[in-house]
């Protein structure tokens, strides 16, 4: 199985903050990863697929970068909606894994 | 509008099964794989397996396979998830998702999901 590392595992900013959050797989994915926002008691949310594209509807704030086995999240310009843990996922090989997810707070 | 809604939570013995419903609308029900995953209280997430609806396949997590059961029902376009011999690591809050493109072309995407059903396993 891919395993799949994030960091940090959680970080605290100010609104209007850069936040970046990195995510390895443990083998060569490609640009199939994922990332997903989770608020507390609701289901995932799809930000960005192919490791760079926005999914539709999602503000322009988000953006993910990357390839191979090392990628980034970043939110420019943090705001308080944006309190959610965030997940990686890679969808190379069945079967699909996650990343253990980075919690993000509000200074 | 998409919807996935499922069944509601369950509180299973040791040794039981349960089947969570997932009863989608707004879309052609044939046309996208459905995906099961699953998280534990504080955990992350886990995958569990598809089903292919227009292929009629499924591809299981080897971890539960003889465990577990995903099917359909294409009038009502429900999807279903069963796991069987149920223990206390079974307990999770339990998510269907859409897989976001037609016929496979989305696979490993999952653009829609539904609310979660918690199933608590506990003597």
């Known amino acids: 199985d891919i395993q799949m590392t994030q960091s940090p595992s959680s970080l605290s900013a100010s609104v209007g903050d850069r936040v970046t959050i990195t995510c390895q797989a443990s083998q060569d994915i490609s640009d199939s990863l994922n990332w997903y926002q989770q608020k507390p008691g609701k289901a995932p949310k799809l930000l960005i697929y192919?490791?760079?594209k926005l999914e539709i509807g999602v503000p322009s704030r988000f953006s993910g970068s990357g390839s191979g086995t090392d990628f980034s999240f970043t939110i420019s310009g943090l705001q308080p909606e944006d309190i959610a843990t965030y997940y990686c996922q890679q969808y190379d090989n069945v079967p699909f894994t996650f990343g253990p997810g980075t919690k993000v707070h509000v200074k | 509008q998409v919807q996935l809604v499922q069944s509601g939570g369950e509180v299973k013995k040791p040794g039981a099964s349960v089947k969570v419903s997932c009863k989608t609308s707004g879309y052609m029900f044939n046309t996208y794989d459905i995906t099961w995953l699953r998280q534990a209280p504080g955990q992350g997430l886990e995958w569990m397996g598809w089903?292919?609806?227009?292929?009629?396949?499924?591809n299981y997590a080897k971890r539960l396979q003889g465990r577990i059961t995903m099917t359909t029902d294409t009038s009502t376009s429900t999807a279903y998830m069963e796991l069987r011999s149920l223990t206390s690591d079974d307990t999770a809050v339990y998510y269907c998702?859409?897989?976001?493109?037609?016929?496979?072309?989305?696979?490993?995407?999952?653009?829609?999901w539904g609310q979660g059903t918690l199933v608590t396993v506990s003597s």
């Open positions: 998702a859409r897989d976001s493109g037609p016929y496979g072309s989305g696979r490993g995407r999952f653009d829609y």
């Open positions: 192919d490791a760079s």
């Open positions: 089903i292919s609806i227009y292929k009629g396949n499924t």
